[in-house]
C-alpha cells in the first residue's frame, strides 16, 4: 500500500480529473477501504482543499472551486497567467499537444475561486495570441464542455449556427476536438435524435445537467473523423524533410509550426503537420537551404509543381 503522503496526492489528482467520484471508485482507484478514504478526504480538507461529500445512492466527493493549486504555491496573478498559458497551448494547433493542455486547463480551472475565473475568460476575450489561429473560446466552457465529456453527464448550452438563430440545445457530450485552429464538441443532440458536431466559440453558458447517460456508439472512426465529415475540414499532411542547415537555424524560421531535430551538425530533420501542403512549402523557402522531401508523396509532388510554375515564370520573354 503507498505511504500516506503519496496516497493523498494520488487522492488529490483523482479528484481534479473528474467533476463527482462515487466513493467505492475511490477506493478501488487507490487500493484502500471506505474507512482509510474518509481519513484521507479529512486530511486534504485540513490542507485547505474544499473537499464536498454527498450521500445516498449517487454519494460521492468532489472537489470544490478555491483550493491552493498543488503542489505549487501559486499567488493570484501568476494563477491568472497560468490558466490563459494553458489556454493558449491548448489551442495551439501543435499536434499531441491538445489534449494534454485541456486536461491541465481543466484541472487549474476548477480550483481557482470564481473571481479568478472570471479574470482569466476576460483575458482570453480581449487579447490575440500568436499561439491561436481561429477564435478565442473562453476557459469556463472548455473545461465545462470537456469535464461533462469525462463524467458522461447531459449538457445544456446555447447554441448558434452560421447564419442561423440562437437555440437551446440538450446533448449526450462524446468528445472535445482541436481541429483547424478551432475546438468542436461531438455530442448525441437529444432534440434532433441524431450525432452532431458544435463549435465552442459558437456555444455558450454550458451547463452540466446532473443526468448520467450511457454513451452510445459514434457513427465514425473517431470523433475528430466525425468533425472532418461534418465540417469539411480536409485531413491533415504530416511532411518529413531533411533540411542542410543547423537545427537552430531551421527552428528561428519555422517556430512552434514544425518540430526539428538535428541530424548531425549541418543538418536537421523537420516535421510539419497542416491541412494545406502550401503552408510546409512557404515554409522550407522561408528557410533558405537546401532540402530533401522524405515523405509524403503528395508532397514531392506538390514541390515540383511549385519548383515548375517558378521556373516558367523566370524563362518567360520579357516584353
Not at 120 to 143: I, Q
Not at 180 to 190: H, I, M, N, P, S
Amino acid at each position: 500500500m503507498a505511504n500516506t503522503s503519496s496516497r493523498t496526492l494520488r487522492l488529490l489528482s483523482l479528484l481534479q480529473t473528474h467533476r463527482h467520484w462515487p466513493g467505492p471508485d475511490l477506493c478501488e482507484r487507490l487500493g484502500v477501504s471506505e474507512r482509510t478514504l474518509r481519513r484521507d478526504i479529512d486530511r486534504l480538507r485540513e490542507l485547505g482543499y474544499p473537499v464536498g461529500a454527498a450521500r445516498g445512492t449517487d454519494g460521492g466527493y468532489q472537489l470544490a472551486p478555491g483550493a491552493v493549486l498543488p503542489p505549487l504555491l501559486l499567488d493570484d496573478e501568476e494563477a491568472v497567467a497560468l490558466a490563459v498559458g494553458i489556454g493558449d497551448a491548448a489551442q495551439s494547433g501543435i499536434a499531441g499537444i491538445e489534449d494534454a493542455s485541456l486536461r491541465a486547463l481543466t484541472k487549474v480551472v476548477r480550483v481557482l475561486p470564481p473571481r479568478l475565473r472570471a479574470r482569466v475568460d476576460a483575458l482570453r476575450a480581449v487579447t490575440v495570441s500568436a499561439a491561436a489561429d481561429g477564435p478565442a473560446v473562453a476557459a469556463g466552457v472548455l473545461t465545462t464542455v470537456a469535464q461533462a465529456c469525462r463524467d458522461e453527464e447531459r449538457l445544456r448550452f446555447g447554441y448558434t449556427a452560421r447564419g442561423s438563430a440562437a437555440t437551446e440545445r440538450e446533448v449526450e457530450p462524446h468528445r472535445v476536438v482541436a481541429l483547424g485552429g478551432r475546438w468542436y464538441l461531438v455530442a448525441y443532440d437529444l432534440d434532433r435524435h441524431d450525432w452532431r458536431s458544435f463549435r465552442l466559440d459558437r456555444l455558450t453558458g454550458p451547463t452540466a445537467t446532473g443526468a448520467r447517460f450511457r454513451p452510445r456508439p459514434l457513427p465514425a472512426e473517431d470523433a475528430a473523423a466525425f468533425v472532418r465529415a461534418a465540417s469539411g475540414v480536409p485531413a491533415p499532411h504530416t511532411v518529413e524533410v531533411l533540411v542542410h542547415a543547423p537545427a537552430a537555424r531551421v527552428r528561428q524560421t519555422v517556430g512552434r509550426w514544425g518540430t526539428v531535430e538535428p541530424v548531425g551538425r549541418d543538418s536537421c530533420r523537420l516535421t510539419m503537420t497542416s491541412t494545406s501542403l502550401d503552408w510546409p512549402t512557404q515554409a522550407l523557402g522561408n528557410v533558405g537551404a537546401e532540402f530533401e522531401v522524405l515523405g509524403p508523396p503528395e508532397f514531392a509532388a506538390h514541390v515540383r509543381e511549385w519548383g515548375a510554375r517558378f521556373l516558367r515564370a523566370t524563362s518567360q520573354k520579357m516584353s
